[in-house]
């Protein structure tokens, strides 16, 4: 992306061009989630810009191009893309709630680090700061325990 030289205002015509192409090309699914992803990553935009981006997309190109791209993008977010990205992110939530509750604590209670990964990532962020907080091991303990017995 750095050798395509373009200034950050046209990031939304990069884009734009980015999904013509992966909406004219004959690629499989797993291809166009793979450009989809390196778009993503190098051209993020805000919330504007991807209306402007989308509005582009529906005035130059024609019905089925559009749907062709977005059946793409639908596969990107549904084929797990985005949810392995979360997944990733929690995991290291919770390896770093760990890590800390061992260095705080001085001990890894038996199956802190798998009751940790069965929480969504917002709650693992209230959880961190429960732990930094907290002068009782016990007490973040009990707090894990109410976070799961919530989420069954």
């Known amino acids: ?8 205002k046209e990031a939304i015509k990069v884009k734009a061009a980015i ?8 690629l499989d699914q797993a291809k166009s989630a793979l450009i989809t ?3 993503d990553t190098y051209i993020p935009l805000n919330e504007d810009e ?3 981006f989308h509005n582009i997309l ?33 995991e290291g939530r919770a390896e770093m709630l760990v890590n800390s509750f061992k260095k705080k604590f001085g001990t890894e209670p038996q199956g802190l680090r798998d009751n940790l990964l069965k929480l969504s990532p917002e709650i693992l962020d209230d959880l961190i700061y ?6 009782d091991a016990q007490h973040f303990l009990q707090m894990v ?3 799961l017995t919530k989420n069954q």
Do not use: P
């Not at 992306?1 to 950050?8: A, E, G, L, S």
């Not at 429960?130 to 002068?135: D, I, K, P, V």
């Open 1 to 8: 992306m750095t050798r395509m030289n373009y200034r950050k």
């Open 19 to 26: 999904a013509r192409m992966i909406a004219r090309m004959q």
């Open 37 to 39: 992803i390196f778009s």
């Open 50 to 52: 991807r209306l402007e």
């Open 58 to 90: 529906y005035k130059e190109m024609n019905q089925l191009e559009v749907e062709k791209y977005m059946e793409y993008t639908t596969y990107y977010h549904t084929q797990g893309w985005i949810k392995g990205r979360d997944e990733g992110r929690a």
């Open 130 to 135: 429960t732990l930094f907080t907290s002068n």
């Open 145 to 147: 325990e109410k976070e």
